[in-house]
């Protein structure tokens, strides 16, 4: 199958018409992962965003209020697109791996990569990788233990037959799924000490942060129904933020299989897509 979304910004509350539109990008829930450099962070932290440069020179870097802390291969890069979209949320571009990788620079290099908001915007960040990191739940906390936080979860057999086929894509020798699911394939013994299967056993790594964070403060949002139902996804996502409904059913487009075809972004009226277009 294939997802398309196309965002276009047409104005922004009717006053920043003429922005160019991004590039077309796929809607998968098992996006591969963004390894950018700490020092492409530090240049285009939010380079993605349609208004980016609308803010480049406004507001004030802080850290983030809320953090899409997981999963790998669920569809987070997918959510976090939808949301950078909306005015009031400023998201970085690349993965920081702040409470994973780097948390030995502190939080003042941290927030310095953040992009600047203004007065009643939310700052965000996404490392799907902090889910499942034994220290991350702390580590944000002492951040700040308003924090709130996002999982992406996705029907965990799926979620690792998709992290394996993007590792098989890099290294072809590796041995095959099977054998690395099964301890014993004859009595169907799982391994569960395989990272693709480890990070699908979402209840034991959420015992970790209902330690530090309760659990009205996290929302799992299903990487299945991001691409079923994606408004309906996505206004549990703004309510859950407490933003106002921007992005709705009128921002999404099926074929006439269901299918989600494109994904066009416009502030104010969305525009007619042609009946050519959904066949």
Not at 29 to 54: N, T
Not at 129 to 140: D, G, H, L, N, Q
Not at 195 to 217: D, M, R, T, V
Not at 236 to 265: A, E, M, P, S, W
Request: hydrophobic share 40%; aromatic share 10%; with cysteine.
């Amino acid at each position: 199958m294939l997802f398309l979304w196309l965002y276009m910004f047409y104005s922004c509350a009717g006053s920043c018409a003429g922005l160019a539109a991004p590039p077309l990008l796929p809607l998968l829930p098992g996006e591969p992962s963004e390894e950018s450099s700490l020092e492409e962070q530090r240049a285009a932290p939010d380079a993605g965003s349609p208004i980016s440069s609308f803010f480049n020179s406004s507001g004030t870097k802080r850290l983030p209020q809320a953090i899409i802390i997981g999963v790998k291969k669920g569809g987070t890069r997918a959510l976090l697109e939808f949301l950078r979209v909306h005015p009031d949320v400023r998201a970085v571009g690349a993965e920081p791996h702040f409470f994973d990788r780097n948390y030995e620079r502190g939080l003042a290099w941290y927030r310095e990569l953040m992009p600047r908001t203004l007065e009643g915007q939310i700052t965000m960040e996404k490392t799907p990788s902090y889910f499942v990191t034994k220290e991350a739940p702390a580590r944000i906390s002492s951040m700040c233990k308003g924090t709130k936080l996002i999982v992406v979860v996705r029907d965990p057999v799926t979620r690792a037959i998709s992290d394996y086929t993007q590792t098989l894509s890099k290294k072809p020798d590796i041995p095959t799924f099977e054998s690395l699911t099964f301890k014993n394939r004859t009595t169907g013994l799982i391994d569960t000490s395989w990272s693709a299967i480890q990070i699908g056993i979402y209840a034991k790594h959420l015992e970790n942060w209902l330690l530090h964070f309760p659990i009205g403060q996290i929302l799992f949002v299903s990487g299945e129904r991001l691409i079923s139902d994606p408004a309906g996804e996505l206004g549990r996502v703004q309510d859950f933020l407490g933003l106002k409904r921007i992005i709705t059913d009128k921002h999404f487009y099926f074929n006439k299989t269901g299918n989600l075809l494109l994904f066009c972004f416009f502030v104010n009226n969305p525009p007619q897509i042609p009946k050519s277009m959904g066949n």
